[in-house]
């Protein structure tokens, strides 16, 4: 089953770390997916720029509008997703728990379901 | 045969469901395949006469109608075919009816109910709708909410556990001992249901108290943590006294009015051994003080006997570790029995001022009683007034009226 881990923390907590911090956390990410490839539960995933190099677009009675930053202001920000492949939530839970900026923040684990194949598409 | 299928369902209707959930992969299915097993029986069994092993029978008989079900709908949505197959073939017959698996069967179900994923209203009325048999009714009850709003709550949970995939087990090593925190709280809210109705005639409910105790003694055999042995121990001390909380008129009976050669001694000596086990380890928590509490009063040979300070003082422990009001009244209550009345109207009165427990009709009838003491007739009569208006259940309000009757007809 697949589940999506969407990785939040705040920001904040990321400004004040130093280069070496930085580094270290990264490092630390980058052998979380090779890990997860390995054991194949890594279906994909990617950490995103900060939340500030956002744009949201809204479409409203057929009017694009766009706006700077987030969706919404929240006390932690997305700084990533995962894919995960995983047999059941517990385990799906335990893999989201390795996730290092899960100390960090948090991790929002939910299912992916399928898009039901509308019938004209068949 | 009637009577014999009802008291089967009473004792075995759990036990097959959790093991059909576990075959069927599906709480709805599980119940449904219950539901149509217990049909069965009672169309089969006055023919046939009752089987030698009713259990397996009723297990056998729910996946083998459940999966026929599935077989039916399957042709107006062919996916179920393949769902069907897999129940079918991948799982031949019941293994071991009569051995661990039953129980185990039983603990997965309770920790899944009890999953974290799911929200603390979701697991208790799910654990007590799956688990205890309780009706929506009782448990919103219990909770003070809508019937409607628990139905809903165990639909969602429902769905939560099938859309999520939460799966059907036992927690691993590691994550066990926090996923044990939510169940004890359920038990307990269980075994509360059953010791005092929360509305209605009877005061205690003697079945939901066996099954929180029972419940209990499985997750002590699993995990035998200090808290686990409190809350049983809290329990069985409780349960004890069962016989003597009422008389036989259904009148509510004082703890210092009880006939303590009618408590249940067996009980309370494994009550006090589990105390004193739980204590020792020094890793234990409010559950394990509430039993020290309860053990103390089971072992005051008379009322009189009662070591008052000792309960204080053992309030003041569970005080620091679960800070609540409704403690710190029965805290009040301890102080007034060991100092005086004046004592306990001091501390209630504090707490009342501070804005709590103002809605909570023992506040008032604890007030009523101090004033009651003290021959301030007026002000007993008045508190007696306030927790007439708050009182739920009926034996206390019989209790709460007979107090105030003797005070207005001794003007």
């Known amino acids: 089953m697949k589940y999506l881990a969407l990785v939040y923390y705040d920001e904040a907590i990321i400004d004040a770390m130093s280069k070496t911090e930085w580094d270290a956390l990264n490092a630390e990410c980058y052998h979380c997916v090779q890990s997860l490839k390995s054991s194949g539960h890594f279906v994909d995933g990617a950490p995103l720029h900060p939340v500030a190099t956002g744009t949201t677009v809204r479409v409203r009675d057929g009017k694009a509008a766009v706006t700077d930053g987030p969706f919404a202001e929240t006390r932690e920000q997305l700084a990533g997703f995962y894919m995960l492949e995983a047999r059941d939530l517990n385990e799906a839970l335990s893999l989201a728990a390795k996730i290092p900026p899960a100390r960090l923040g948090s991790v929002e684990v939910r299912p992916v379901r399928e898009l039901p194949v509308p019938a004209e598409a068949e | ?411």
């Open chain 2, 1 to 411: 045969m009637q009577a014999r299928i009802n008291s089967l369902y009473k004792a075995e209707s759990r036990r097959v469901l959790a093991t059909l959930i576990r075959l069927l992969g599906d709480f709805d299915l599980a119940e449904e395949g219950l539901q149509e097993a217990f049909m069965a029986a009672m169309a089969q069994w006055p023919q046939d006469g009752v089987p030698e092993n009713p259990r397996a029978w009723l297990v056998s008989t729910g996946r083998f109608k459940a999966i026929d079900q599935i077989r039916k709908r399957a042709r107006y949505d062919t996916s179920l075919d393949d769902i069907a197959e897999q129940l079918d073939a991948g799982l031949g017959a019941v293994d071991d009816p009569e051995g661990e698996n039953i129980e185990d069967d039983r603990l997965r179900l309770v920790f899944t109910c009890c999953h974290p994923s799911l929200s603390a209203e979701a697991r208790t009325a799910l654990t007590l709708r799956e688990v205890c048999d309780l009706t929506t009714e009782e448990i919103a009850r219990a909770f003070l909410a809508t019937p409607p709003t628990v139905a809903q709550r165990i639909v969602r949970a429902k769905a939560k556990i099938r859309d999520a995939a939460i799966p059907y087990e036992v927690p691993a090593p590691a994550q066990l001992p926090e996923r044990l925190d939510s169940v004890l709280q359920v038990i307990y809210l269980v075994f509360n249901e059953g010791y005092s109705a929360s509305s209605g005639e009877e005061v205690t409910r003697l079945d939901l108290c066996a099954e929180a105790i029972r419940l209990a003694r499985l997750v002590l055999q699993l995990l035998p943590e200090p808290e686990v042995q409190g809350l049983l121990a809290l329990m069985l001390l409780h349960d004890a006294r069962k016989m003597t909380r009422s008389n036989a008129d259904g009148e509510l009976v004082l703890l210092e009015d009880q006939d303590r050669s009618q408590w249940h001694r067996e009980q309370i000596d494994e009550g006090d051994g589990l105390v004193r086990d739980a204590l020792a380890s020094r890793r234990f928590g409010p559950y394990t003080v509430q039993a020290a509490i309860a053990a103390v009063h089971a072992g005051a040979v008379t009322a009189a006997d009662t070591d008052w300070q000792e309960i204080v003082a053992l309030y003041d422990l569970l005080l620091r570790l679960q800070p609540s009001p409704v403690i710190a009244l029965n805290r009040a209550v301890a102080v007034a029995m060991g100092e005086g009345p004046a004592a306990g109207l001091r501390l209630i009165n504090a707490l009342l001022d501070s804005g709590q427990l103002r809605e909570y009709h023992l506040a008032y009838a604890a007030l009523a009683d101090f004033h009651r003491r003290l021959a301030q007739r007026e002000d007993a009569i008045h508190n007696y007034r306030e927790a007439l208006r708050l009182v739920r259940q009926e034996p206390e309000r019989r209790f709460l009226e007979k107090r105030l009757r003797q005070l207005v007809e001794n003007a």
